[in-house]
């Protein structure tokens, strides 16, 4: 039965004994009066004052007679008369002084009487006491006084029995009075006794229920038990088993009848884990909560009884019985989870093998892939400064394009590369919608022109033009789709258009919608048309090409932009696809601060002294041969060493270093000229690899270069290099933050790690420029430490301007220039100014 029921019980069993205690209180009270009242109306009580007052009569008339009798006959003897008056006076003293009569003392009749009958006793006891002579002369005055008070006498007995009368009436009243109420307490004593039988009788009844219940539930959980797959083991706080399962028989090749009374841990626990349970044990005696039992569950081993080990997951309760506090323990083997974890480890640990191998492969294949494309690239590039007839351009003018319709190839790969190990980064910038849109259309309006196909651009609803989003990632997906329904459309019509939606939780989403009216997706790949290399058309004749990787970077790069992109079921002929790409409102920003524009860097229009390290005979000579075209002084070096040597007794303006070089590679030979304080220590070094990846490209920063030229190298981008490093150009002329640099750093680090970095940035350059502001107070050498340290900060942040401006002063400093000095350190000020806005998002 459970705590509730036991404390109804005991409820009940209190308030009916408590209430049979006061309805018998009652009643004894009611009986003591019911006693007092009828012994009031006893007739023979001890001064029987009722009949005293009859009799008062009685014995006034006898008195009369023997005075009348001894005045009539003078020679009767005065005895008789004198015992009738002392009798009759008794009677009266009686009623005078008995303690019963107060009640008759109300009457006024009674008391007139009492008072007259008083008075003629006072008169004549005298009489009676004095001598006989006078007694016999008074008898006549006796007899006369007495005759006087007979009325008195008869109103007194009338009004004694009526006030008896009265007063016997009103004690009748009050016994049955209180006769109804014993009655009415006893019955309501019964009936409470009933009702508690009753209520004694449910509660027993529900005490007889709940245990039947009781015995089930013990029979169900001895059932569970017994057939629980874990083993369940009971044993008392000394350790002494008191219950053992089937399961956990069957675990420790224990019989339960063999391991009763038992102590747990020598039967169970391997020897090196019992002292510590053994501790545990004695202290939970002693009053201390035992660790064990507030720990959840535990990864324990246990011992099978031929001395086996396995591995067990283990959780322990405490319980509190009469009999003292029990422990309740349940343990799985988990031999098979921990094979299973420990295949899943090795399993992980190979797949993450596997995924750095594949990442190393595939910069490996990035760079063997782009050296020979930078040779190829670079020599087309030569052959068209040539002169050649037609054919030879049309010739050279296909391999230009084989060239870079491959080097897209490799780079597809690539990008599926980040998104899959989770190293793709989405920026945020702001971006002109429109301009984006209309900037694909054109590109691929001459090839829809060749085609009869046509293009049109519109908003649906109201416009949106200016949002934050990544603007390289959004032309990547919108390219795909645009390019895939011009290739397939003939004389049909390609519609683009983009409409703002609001989401439920207040942001904005861009939907684009491409329809076009060509040959359309076959119902079998509309389900995998997102999937890598699907191309809808495997056949050796099939009429357009293609890898099979646009789609599925457009899917991957919606992803990791936070939205989505899909295709709808046609309406007609050709196809639907869409793009979802959550984007932020944001406010217009001027033309000359968009990223289309920071890339108009200034040429030099003075040639540079320039190191050219490269192991590759092909790319050096196309790499020499192109800026020495731009009008630029050339020293190759073939390895890495063979540079730092160089640049140790050279200055030179820059160093072009490649990364993958035999004898020492580029990194190394950076930071050797960096470490070495040589003539060419602070030239400006620029890599130069086929290795795309962002990682890799951070690292070569961290090494003190101050920037990337990725291959296959091209006119354009050495152009831009040369001249962001072109000693004819003023400081104030060059641009205050390469921005496409700035850009992937920020990629590269990610948004917290970049914030971080340029925090530590700005401290550093304004102490640095405290510290200048103090003339005299730093050496050259502390000078020039200071700005190498900080120009390195800058030409990772891309601050081309600041990094030039501190090389300048470093430069001075080592050759002890103070004119040249003051005259940067006069610039430094407003340079700073200007990095540090240009720094901001």
């Known amino acids: 039965m459970s705590n509730t029921t036991h404390g109804r019980f005991r409820a009940g069993l209190t308030f009916g004994i408590m209430a049979g205690l006061v309805a018998l209180c009652i009643i004894a009270l009611m009986s003591i009066r019911v006693v007092r009242d009828l012994r009031l109306l006893e007739t023979a009580n001890s001064d029987n004052l009722q009949w005293t007052v009859t009799q008062s009569e009685v014995e006034y008339l006898g008195m009369l007679v023997e005075v009348d009798r001894t005045r009539l006959h003078e020679t009767s003897d005065l005895n008789d008369l004198t015992r009738r008056f002392d009798i009759f006076y008794s009677r009266m003293a009686t009623l005078k002084e008995a303690p019963s009569a107060s009640a008759l003392v109300e009457s006024e009749d009674y008391r007139t009487a009492l008072k007259a009958a008083q008075g003629f006793l006072d008169r004549t006891v005298p009489l009676i006491d004095g001598d006989d002579e006078t007694l016999r002369a008074s008898l006549a005055v006796i007899s006369a006084d007495a005759r006087n008070i007979r009325q008195n006498m008869r109103k007194l007995a009338s009004a004694g029995l009526s006030e008896f009368s009265k007063t ?20 309501g004593l019964i009936v409470a006794l009933a009702l508690s039988v009753v209520h004694l009788f449910r509660l027993n009844k529900q005490k007889v229920l709940r245990q039947k219940a009781m015995v089930q539930t013990a029979n169900r959980l001895n059932t569970i038990i017994s057939t629980s797959l874990d083993a369940v083991i009971v044993c008392d706080a000394k350790g002494g088993i008191l219950e053992f399962n089937r399961a956990a028989e069957i675990i420790f090749d224990h019989p339960a009848a063999g391991v009763i009374g038992k102590n747990l841990l020598k039967t169970t626990c391997p020897p090196e884990l019992r002292s510590g349970f053994l501790d545990q044990l004695r202290r939970y005696r002693e009053g201390e909560n035992p660790r064990f039992a507030s720990r959840g569950r535990m990864e324990l081993q246990g011992m099978r009884r031929n001395g086996d080990r396995f591995p067990a997951e283990v959780a322990v309760q405490v319980a509190h019985t009469e009999d003292g506090h029990i422990f309740i323990i349940f343990l799985r083997e988990i031999s098979a989870q921990v094979r299973a974890e420990t295949e899943l480890v090795q399993a992980r640990d190979q797949a ?65 590369t980040r998104y899959d190990t989770g190293h793709l980064r989405v920026d945020h910038v702001p971006t002109h919608l429109d301009r984006l849109v209309r900037d694909l259309i054109d590109s691929q309006s001459a090839i829809a022109a060749t085609k009869g196909t046509t293009l049109s651009w519109r908003w649906i609803g109201e416009p949106m033009p200016w949002v934050e989003s990544d603007p390289d990632r959004l032309l990547h997906i919108l390219q795909n789709l645009i390019a895939n329904a011009v290739k397939f459309t003939h004389d049909g019509h390609v519609s683009i258009t983009a409409e703002t939606l609001h989401t439920d939780e207040g942001g904005h989403e861009v939907l684009f919608r491409v329809r076009d009216t060509g040959i359309g997706i076959a119902s079998e790949l509309r389900a995998t048309v997102f999937d890598d290399f699907v191309t809808g058309n495997t056949a050796y004749d099939r009429e357009f090409g293609g890898t099979g990787l646009g789609l599925s970077i457009a899917k991957r790069f919606a992803t990791a932009m936070g939205g ?103 990194r190394a030979a950076t930071r050797a000229i960096r470490n070495g304080g040589g003539k060419s220590a602070e030239t400006p070094i620029v890599a130069i690899t086929a290795n795309a990846m962002a990682e890799e490209q951070a690292a070569f920063l961290k090494d003190g270069m101050d920037g990337v030229l990725t291959k296959p190298l091209s006119d354009s981008a050495l152009a831009e290099i040369t001249g962001r490093y072109s000693v004819a150009e003023r400081t104030e002329n060059a641009p205050w933050s390469d921005a496409d640099h700035h850009h992937q750093t920020r990629v590269t680090f990610g948004e917290e790690a970049y914030e971080k970095l340029v925090g530590k940035f700005i401290t550093e350059s304004k102490v640095l420029i405290a510290e200048l502001s103090k003339n005299g107070k730093l050496s050259n050498a502390q000078i020039e430490r200071r700005c190498h340290q900080v120009a390195g900060s800058a030409a990772i942040f891309g601050a081309t301007a600041m990094q030039q401006n501190l090389r300048a002063i470093q430069s001075a400093a080592k050759g002890d220039d103070p004119a040249a000095m003051a005259v940067h350190l006069s610039e430094l000020g407003l340079i700073w100014e200007k990095t540090k806005l240009s720094l901001q998002p």
């Open 168 to 187: 016997a009436e009103e004690r009748r009243k009050d016994v049955a009075v209180t006769l109804f109420r014993l009655a009415v307490v006893a019955i």
């Open 352 to 416: 993450l093998a596997g995924e750095r191998t594949k990442t190393e492969f595939l910069a490996t294949m990035s760079h063997e892939i782009r050296t020979p494309l930078n040779g190829l690239l670079g020599n087309l590039s030569l052959l068209h400064a040539t002169k050649l007839d037609g054919r030879q351009k049309r010739i050279a003018e296909n391999m230009e394009k084989s060239g870079e319709l491959l080097l897209r190839h490799v780079s597809d790969v690539l990008d599926i």
């Open 564 to 666: 989505d992109i899909g295709l709808d079921e046609p309406d007609g002929l050709g196809a639907a696809f869409w793009v979802r790409i959550p984007v932020r409102s944001t406010d217009p920003i001027a033309e000359s601060t968009t990223r289309e524009q920071t890339n108009d860097l200034p040429t030099s229009t003075i040639g540079l002294n320039i190191l050219v390290v490269e192991d590759n005979e092909i790319n050096r000579v196309v790499a020499c041969e192109m800026l020495q075209a731009a009008g630029h002084k050339i020293t190759e070096a073939h390895d890495g060493r063979a540079g730092a040597t160089l640049a140790d007794k050279t200055r030179f303006d820059l160093i072009l270093m490649d990364i993958s070089m035999p004898v020492m590679d580029g």
